[in-house]
């Protein structure tokens, strides 16, 4: 199995506090990794690290076999990344077909093209709409389509479903799931939802600040586990596939 993203010892500093020491994880081919813990762990420096966008004092990190520096523009084509929320000004007078075509570049021009992109997550519906007028749950959705769109070998997803309603936000874990099997990409998603943990991922990985437990939904999803990385009490119920 070819690993997509690399982390080896990783440590990262962020305005004199490690906010990452020593962690270290692998999503390859076909594998959707879960990265899990309480806010505040490190998990989204660690995808804006692996995206190139932070840097990082200590370890190795290779994506796509490369330094996150040393990432072309027809590498980072071949990574689909969907934020927490989309950083822009959502007063702007702009069409979801111009935010779409902005996101994609002229190879996506055509109206067609961009009706098929939002197809995949159900929200075709939406192209000739203001970006302002959407919900928080809409505009997640056609962020997420454009992730999909270029067919990426590696997708880093922080909170991809955050204000998606039950119903989509399965919808679109069941489009991932067909992506991996199909295509054999690797996916390494934060989530808060322990159910979608349990129901998709092939591995999971808990970070706070430093490596804490890695392994099967099976096996890390326990409640001693769990309670103990979140420090206070849950209940966890692992779906069967």
């Known amino acids: 199995m070819v690993n997509l993203l690399e982390v080896r010892d990783l440590s990262v500093s962020l305005g004199g506090r490690w906010v990452l020491e020593g962690v270290s994880l692998s999503v390859g081919e076909g594998e959707l990794v879960a ?3 309480p806010n505040g762990a490190g998990k989204t420096t660690l995808l804006r690290v692996a995206l190139g966008l ?3 004092q200590r370890g190795e ?7 996150p520096a040393k990432l072309t523009p027809a590498d980072r084509a071949r990574i689909g990344y969907v934020p927490q ?3 822009f000004d959502r007063s ?8 779409l075509r902005a996101m994609l570049g002229e190879a996506f021009a055509r109206r067609a093209l961009l009706q098929h992109v939002l197809q995949a997550v159900d929200a075709e519906h939406l192209l000739d709409r203001e970006v302002r007028a959407l919900s928080g749950g809409e505009l997640q959705r056609v962020v997420v389509a454009a992730a999909l769109a270029l067919e990426p070998r590696l997708l880093l997803l922080d909170e991809p ?8 936000r399965l919808q679109f874990y069941d489009l991932i799931e067909e992506q991996r099997k199909q295509r054999s990409i690797g996916a390494l998603v934060v989530s808060h939802d ?4 349990s129901r998709y991922a092939t591995r999971v990985v808990c970070i706070h600040h430093r490596l804490l437990c890695t392994g099967t939904p099976q096996e890390v999803l326990q409640v001693p586990i769990i309670e103990e990385l979140y420090g206070h009490p849950v209940s966890v119920y692992h779906h069967e596939h």
């Open 194 to 197: 322990l159910s979608i943990v």
């Open 92 to 99: 702007m007078p702009l069409l979801v077909s111009e935010l």
């Open 35 to 37: 990265l899990i813990g």
């Open 61 to 67: 990190v290779r994506v796509l076999g490369k330094p």
């Open 161 to 168: 479903a955050t204000g998606i309603d039950v119903g989509v």
């Open 54 to 56: 932070i840097p990082y």
């Open 85 to 87: 929320a989309l950083q």
